[in-house]
């Protein structure tokens, strides 16, 4: 079967060999840096995407995928989470009682959110009991004014084990006044999460125990997960209306500032690497405006023989596209493997280098992850061809503009 002319004629400019040295080293400069470009903006998207997933899954690791309001009374409490457990979508239900209030243990002091848990909610499997010392839940028994603090609360405060802290709080009395309540708590244990809005700002105790030392009007309800963390919009509100409870809230709109932060960064990331592909296409152009006028006298003999305006503009696309999309397609491959092996790559940089990307102890997280997304793989790989594509139209048009008369008139 024949190949079409401008395709065979643009296949063989690619591999012609008297081109000048410049001409092919911008062409190669030009493959080498689509190839970078579409390298580099997937890898980074693939971290990017492995930050936002380790940081929703520390986020969700204590503040549920939902929650659900209702009175502050233990055992009221507890047959609605067993209803809650039996709604279609919830995988766990638990109650929950919350103050907000202020820790102190000698002259230190420290703002903390005060969560009143069952022990027997948060299992080996929980985060929080995988976060928590050996022992530490057990000890969390209704009426032995027993706390667990995040570590880092407990830094501030300079608590450790068995030792006994004051917690401060403003409760609602009956008129209406703010009045003060005090109430000692000793620490049984400590938990770290790797999030300092948990280990900060977190602290655990017997439901019973903060339901009666709060009162009535404290927040209460049910925390709720289910099976798919992204379902919690969609069954949420369903499951707070089986329960006649008032209206759910999820983790979406909870935390929505975070990952609204996140998009907002890959959204500039995107833009900014895609400037190296578009600097890539810019040395494209160049090089097939020298490639045309260096052809003028063979578009002029094709253009004699009856060669199409059409046809010429169809050949120097080729050679462009070419030159173009295998730099696209071998940037995407090359990207495709950095993500998957990111990490042997951060190991060998950090061992060739001697020096630790993440610190162990200054960050939380000490590796980098990457979660690798066809989505983004084929957005990049499809803004790169557009953008090669794009780039060869010009030369092309002006190729076809080339007058065989004004070009064969000195020859």
């Not at 005090?182 to 105790?205: K, R, S, W």
Request: hydrophobic share 55%; proline share 4%.
């Amino acid at each position: 079967m024949l190949t079409p002319l401008p395709l065979g004629i643009g296949l063989r400019y690619v591999r012609a060999r008297q081109n000048p040295y410049f001409v092919s080293f911008i062409s190669w400069v030009s493959l080498a840096g689509v190839c970078l470009g579409v390298a580099a903006l997937i890898t980074i998207l693939s971290v990017m995407n492995g930050f936002e997933g380790e940081l929703r899954s520390r986020l969700l690791a204590l503040s549920a995928h939902a929650a659900v309001p209702a009175a502050a009374d233990p055992r009221g409490l507890q047959a609605l989470a067993e209803r809650a457990r039996r709604q279609a979508g919830v995988t766990r239900a638990e109650a929950y009682v919350e103050v907000q209030g202020l820790l102190s243990r000698g002259p230190l002091f420290a703002g903390a959110a005060v969560r009143g848990i069952h022990p027997a909610d948060h299992g080996a499997g929980t985060a929080l009991g995988q976060a928590m010392q050996q022992g530490s839940l057990a000890q969390l028994e209704p009426g032995s004014r027993r706390i667990v603090l995040g570590r880092a609360l407990a830094l501030q405060l300079g608590a450790a084990v068995g030792d006994e802290i004051t917690l401060l709080l403003l409760a609602t009395g009956a008129g209406g006044e703010l009045t003060p309540r005090i109430g000692a708590f000793e620490v049984a244990g400590l938990f770290e999460m790797g999030l300092a809005d948990h280990d900060a700002a977190l602290a655990f105790a017997a439901l019973e125990d903060v339901a009666a030392f709060a009162g009535a009007a404290v927040p209460a309800g049910l925390l709720l997960w289910f099976g798919d963390p992204f379902d919690a919009p969609r069954l949420a509100p369903a499951v707070a209306a089986a329960l006649g409870t008032g209206p759910a809230r999820d983790w979406t709109t909870e935390h929505a500032a975070y990952f609204r932060a996140i998009r907002i960064e890959k959204t500039m990331m995107t833009v900014i690497l895609l400037l190296i592909v578009s600097v890539a296409a810019f040395n494209i152009v160049s090089s097939l405006v020298m490639v045309v006028s260096g052809k003028r006298n063979d578009i002029a003999i094709l253009r004699t023989l009856g060669f199409s305006r059409g046809g010429v503009v169809g050949t120097f696309i080729v050679q462009g596209t070419v030159i173009g999309w295998a730099g696209a397609l071998a940037g995407t491959l090359l990207g495709i493997l950095l993500a998957t092996h990111v990490d042997r790559v951060a190991g060998a940089l950090e061992w060739l280098f001697g020096f630790e990307i993440f610190d162990s102890d200054v960050y939380y997280i000490t590796q980098i992850p990457s979660q690798l997304q066809a989505a983004d793989v084929l957005l990049v790989a499809g803004a790169a061809f557009a953008l090669t594509l794009l780039a060869t139209i010009y030369p092309a048009r002006r190729a076809a503009a080339t007058e065989p008369a004004e070009a064969l008139r000195y020859e």
